[in-house]
């Protein structure tokens, strides 16, 4: 049985939220963090954050969500930071070529700082 994945947000929905996943993103998990993100897009925000360090095991279904929102935000000029820092997740974005897609970042620090020098 697959841990329970749990989706935390926090920061100002107007600059950049930071949503956190701990546990596994999968089939059963991805309508949910879909609404949360779309939910996040509305307020318009220049980037949103999705923290990973916490995920144990991320699938396609999982990915194709982070895909989605990569590109609505780049739709509306903004961007979408992933930060993974271990090798399961990290791995899997290498794999996929998504490592070239995607911002990847190894800690909140990271983003934040990426986030300054762009603004």
Known sequence: MAEECTIEVDGDYSSAPVVSLTGAVDIAVAPVLRRTLIDLTQHAPQA?????SGVTFLDSSGLG???????RLKHHDGQLIVVADHAPVLRLFEMTGLDRAFTVVASRAEAARLLATAG
């Open 48 to 52: 949103v954050i999705v923290d990973c």
């Open 65 to 71: 969500v982070l895909i989605g929102v990569m590109k």
